[in-house]
């Protein structure tokens, strides 16, 4: 997969909500209402993660999750991370 040059990730960007590029990923930060609701998301996003076979660097704390997008095969953001960005804010809204 074709690694994306800075100016075809803010374009995509433009189609998503609250995600911003950083240091070469893809990164937004989403908050639940508590621990249960935000582990509870991430079950359903690891599912869909595994369904795509791309997996997201991700931190949890609490209530709040992070998630960095990157293709580690193109050393950088691909459509990959897109769609699976895509994916995420289908599955949190």
Not at 3 to 8: A, D, G, L
Not at 44 to 65: G, M, S, T
Not at 72 to 87: E, F, P, S
Request: hydrophobic share 40%.
């Amino acid at each position: 997969m074709k690694k994306m040059n800075t100016n075809e990730i803010e374009a995509a960007l433009k189609n998503l909500t609250g995600w911003e590029l950083k240091n070469d990923m893809i990164e937004r930060s989403f908050t639940f209402k508590d621990f249960k609701e935000a582990f509870s998301m991430m079950t359903r996003i690891a599912f869909e993660c595994e369904k795509q076979q791309h997996h997201p660097n991700w931190e949890n704390v609490y209530n709040n999750l992070t998630v960095k997008l990157s293709t580690h095969d193109a050393n950088g953001v691909t459509q990959k991370d897109i769609d699976l960005a895509k994916t995420i804010e289908d599955i949190v809204a």
